[in-house]
């Protein structure tokens, strides 16, 4: 059974941080694109970063380039999202996903495969 759990949200305030986590089983973490997308209130669920673990290669939305960072730990078959800078705008569900990285991409969140639960995080303001 594949499984994507993820943690580490909570509430931090205006300009801080927080580290997700996503701990990926059931499938050869080497073998697939880990995507992290995230859904705010009211809104459709957006791309937010992906790291492709055959390559290492990562990929982010414009609007976060530069705050947030993905990482890969295969040891630990976990991939992280450091956000930084956090804004209230940033307040939203954050979802990890797996998909095949030949067609990965965070246009959409079509092209993913298996989904966590999501982890909720919130700024204040």
């Known amino acids: 059974e594949v499984q994507l759990v993820e943690s580490g949200g909570g509430l931090v305030q205006d300009g801080g941080s927080l580290r997700l986590s996503c701990e990926v089983s059931g499938v050869t973490f080497a073998d697939w694109a880990i995507a992290w997308f995230r859904q705010a209130p009211g809104k459709e669920r957006e791309g937010v970063s992906y790291i492709d673990n055959k390559n290492g290669k990562t990929y982010y939305s414009n609007s976060m380039k530069g705050r947030f960072t993905i990482s890969s730990d295969s040891a630990k078959n976990t991939v992280y999202l450091q956000m930084n800078r956090l804004t209230p705008e940033d307040t939203a569900v954050y979802y990890c996903?797996?998909?095949?990285?030949?067609?990965?991409?965070?246009?959409?969140?079509?092209?993913?495969?298996?989904w966590g639960k999501g982890a909720l995080v919130t700024v204040s303001a």
């Open positions: 996903a797996a998909g095949d990285p030949v067609i990965a991409t965070l246009r959409t969140d079509l092209a993913m495969e298996y």
